[in-house]
């Protein structure tokens, strides 16, 4: 054995425990960066949806969770398009600020929004349709033209500027708008003769009528308008994002899993109605 053979042992173990010590801190690098990468692909796959209380399409549970035909078709699409929902209870003046500057990426809700007008792109598919009423007790006048607000009471929901035609209505010396906090209220307060007419979408009203002295209830359409989901263009991918939720329902509907493609069509208005917030 040679005499310095102890030695060259040492300096061969040195240099294995460098070449592994090496070895790992290069493994640890690629897994902490495979793990960074996988989390950045999963956060590009989060999409922040946002819902406002407007049952039985979107509403918050008593849990906490959102519910609502619009939100299980909502998350449909953006599963079968590839993206992991996060939905967002919000007021809906929160929910036009958040999608002027990009803090949510889309919102199902009414089409045609005046105060989102350049800041959205609108999906081309449109599953549902609202409709906006003018409730009224049997023995008042059916409305058939906006001139017959003119003097007269309006009863409204708190939280819902009905597309900015609340604005309008605040704006009418002639006109009287009174605030319900809810649908109940607002029926409550039609019957006890506090306005001649209730502002309230079709839906929402027709879930909230069951007392027997809702028969005496009565309604005339102001204005239908088609639902869809509205993308920010703040977000520089709102493009691809509407195209892929469209393709998305596509699919889904030739599946039989959401509803039949319905034509987007003109909505109708009531004559008289503001220009501005058709």
Known sequence: MPRNFPARLSL???AMRFVSIRICALLAGLFLASGALAEAGTASKLLKIAYVDFPPMTYQKADGSPAGTFIEITRKVAIEAGYEPEFLHLPISRVYLYLRNGRIDVWPGSANVPALKGEVL?????PFASQLSAWYLEGTEPLSHFDQLQGKTVITIAGYTYGGLLYWLEGESSIDVTQAPNFRAALDMLKLGRGQYLFGHRDPVLETLAMSEDEKIRESEIR???LTWLFSLANPRAAILREEFDDAYLRLAE???VPPIREFGESFVIPGFPEQYR
Request: aromatic share 8%.
């Open 12 to 14: 061969m173990s040195e």
């Open 255 to 257: 599946q039989g899993e």
């Open 224 to 226: 239908l308008r088609n």
């Open 122 to 126: 609108e999906t081309w598919v449109s």
